[in-house]
């Protein structure tokens, strides 16, 4: 099983990106929204969290391996969950993932079948069944950093994030509320070393006028 691969990137296609690992060249699979973060980094050595899977039909003995490539590993969590709903699958994943994972878990923690079914091949049945299998494990995916979306990005740990986020919740804060909490501290250039620290900047924030 393939889960990492690292190597310079030679080129970025309309849903591939190819990396040379010496002495081979790898053609991997990319999303939309992965794509767009890679065309800049053409040229550079970059490593990719990748999903290795076979492609065809075992009963024609025609099988073909393939490596979908994410930059982050929690971006391959999540793609592997949204693989996991009945009717979704791989192909189906990679061509629905145009919007950041942290745009599509927010649309599925939020029920919003509308933005589920407008993302390409989805539609409305199956963003009812996305929508009803993960919708329960989105926070984590949800809180992810835009960092092309803000000016500074706080250094912090995405567990620790997370753990705030489920302490918010706890204390009474909607899931929407914590998630906007979070992202008005992590917008500024602060580094938080533990999570006391971390609620002490998310409730200084909100008492703000």
Do not use: W
Not at 87 to 114: F, T
Not at 149 to 160: F, G, I, K
Request: aromatic fraction near 6%; proline fraction near 4%; glycine fraction near 6%.
């Amino acid at each position: 099983m393939i889960t990492r691969i690292h190597g310079k990137l030679l080129r970025v296609g309309e849903n591939t990106a190819t990396l040379s690992c010496a002495p081979f060249d790898y053609e991997i699979l990319v999303p939309e929204f992965a794509r767009r973060q890679l065309e800049t980094e053409v040229g550079q050595e970059i490593h990719l969290h990748t999903v290795h899977y076979l492609e065809g039909n075992p009963a024609q003995g025609r099988l073909t391996p393939r490596l979908v490539g994410f930059t982050s590993d929690v971006e391959r969590e999540f793609f592997e969950l949204f693989c996991s709903v009945d009717g979704v699958g791989v192909r189906k994943a990679l061509r629905a993932m145009v919007r950041p994972v942290r745009e599509v878990a927010s649309a599925i923690g939020n029920q919003d079948a509308k933005a589920l079914a407008s993302l390409p091949g989805v539609g409305p049945a199956t963003a009812e069944r996305v929508i009803a299998k993960l919708r329960r494990k989105m926070a984590k995916f949800a809180l992810l950093v835009d960092v092309s979306q803000a000016s500074h990005v706080a250094d912090v740990e995405q567990d620790l994030v997370e753990e705030v986020f489920q302490i918010l919740v706890h204390l009474g804060h909607s899931e929407n509320d914590s998630r906007k909490l979070l992202d008005t501290v992590l917008a500024k250039e602060t580094s938080f070393k533990d999570v006391d620290s971390m609620l002490q900047a998310v409730y200084s924030s909100s008492e703000k006028p």
